[in-house]
């Protein structure tokens, strides 16, 4: 069965400071999607991100950078020059192919950038 | 562009009645999901539909929920004789096709007193 580990609860800095937030998975499946998604406090999940299993480049978008390891099963998510509005719980998930595409989420990070 | 829409937001009811919610999916997406989320937790599926069909329910979809979405079009989602375990968010989604990203609704937020 698919799984998804986010170990770090949660996360503070400051303003400006770089932070990596942690994603491990589990899947047997080979043909794999992984996702990040945003929860502000207002509460609206937002969707940051997708990766199928053959794509491992990773990708930069803004202040947001992905590194996806099949080695490790991971993928990680970092954000540079953190700020302020960057506070939420962020949550990783894992859709597998032949698993109509249901998404398992981690427990999620809640990070906390203050000024 | 609207996004997905669920109604109620909130809503408090007595432990044993019954509660609807309903889900409005991107206008172009065939594929819809409700997941529930409960605090300090992400969200955990509950069943989806492509159009009409109902193709998969979670095990912890107990025979107290029941989804329909006639038509292909809007959802809902009905709790009969509500328990406080089910106090959660109901968080509903849509996507376009199977591997596309799932876009969430704002959820609707369900206390059983």
């Known amino acids: 069965a698919q799984k998804v580990t986010q170990a770090q609860t949660e996360i503070s800095v400051v303003e400006k400071e770089d932070v990596t937030l942690d994603c491990v998975y589990e899947?047997?499946?080979?043909?794999?999607?992984l996702f990040w998604y945003k929860q502000p406090p207002s509460g609206e999940l937002v969707f940051l991100i997708r990766?199928?299993?053959?794509?491992?480049q990773n990708e930069i978008s803004g202040r947001y950078s992905w590194n996806f390891q099949k080695s490790t099963s991971s993928f990680n998510f970092t954000i540079t020059a953190s700020q302020v509005v960057d506070s939420a719980v962020y949550f990783c998930?894992?859709?597998?192919?032949?698993?109509?595409?249901?998404?398992?989420f981690g427990k999620g990070t809640m990070l906390l950038v203050s000024p | 562009d609207t996004g997905v829409s669920q109604d109620p937001r909130h809503k408090i009811t007595k432990r044993g009645q019954n509660v609807t919610f309903r889900c409005d999916p991107i206008?172009?997406?065939?594929?819809l999901y409700w997941y529930r989320q409960t605090l300090g937790q992400g969200p955990e599926f509950l069943t989806y539909f492509q159009n009409e069909a109902q193709l998969e329910k979670s095990r912890l979809l107990s025979d107290r929920f029941s989804a329909e979405r006639p038509k292909g079009s809007f959802s809902t989602l009905e709790i009969q004789r509500t328990e406080q375990g089910d106090s959660a968010m109901y968080l509903c989604a849509s996507s376009f096709d199977l591997r596309s990203e799932q876009y969430f609704g704002p959820g609707t937020r369900l206390t059983v007193t």
């Open positions: 899947t047997r499946d080979t043909t794999y999607y």
């Open positions: 998930a894992l859709s597998e192919d032949s698993g109509y595409s249901t998404l398992t």
């Open positions: 990766r199928n299993s053959f794509d491992e």
């Open positions: 206008s172009e997406h065939n594929r």
